[in-house]
């Protein structure tokens, strides 16, 4: 079943100005998305690609027990999806 909520924290990898990526903080904690982005960041090429943690409002879903960002509706900048 997905829901639609407001103000989730999201962990979004950018490349080529675009979302590619998009994780679920489980804790919904902002420590937890930096700490998250530094280990990501470290095992990737950051002249490729940029991490950054924010509040979306995004559709989310229960994937066996666990949440799953289905679709980014509005991000941290205003930005709406299409």
Do not use: W
């Amino acid at each position: 079943m997905e829901i639609i909520t407001k103000g989730i924290i999201v962990l979004c990898m950018f490349y080529q100005g675009g979302i590619i990526e998009h994780t679920y903080i489980q804790d919904q904690k902002m420590s937890s998305c930096l700490k998250a982005k530094r280990t990501v960041e470290r095992s990737v090429n950051p002249e490729n690609v940029r991490m950054a943690c924010g509040e979306v409002d995004a559709i989310i879903e229960n994937d066996n027990g666990r949440m799953r960002v289905v679709k980014i509706i509005k991000d941290k900048y205003g930005n709406y999806a299409d």
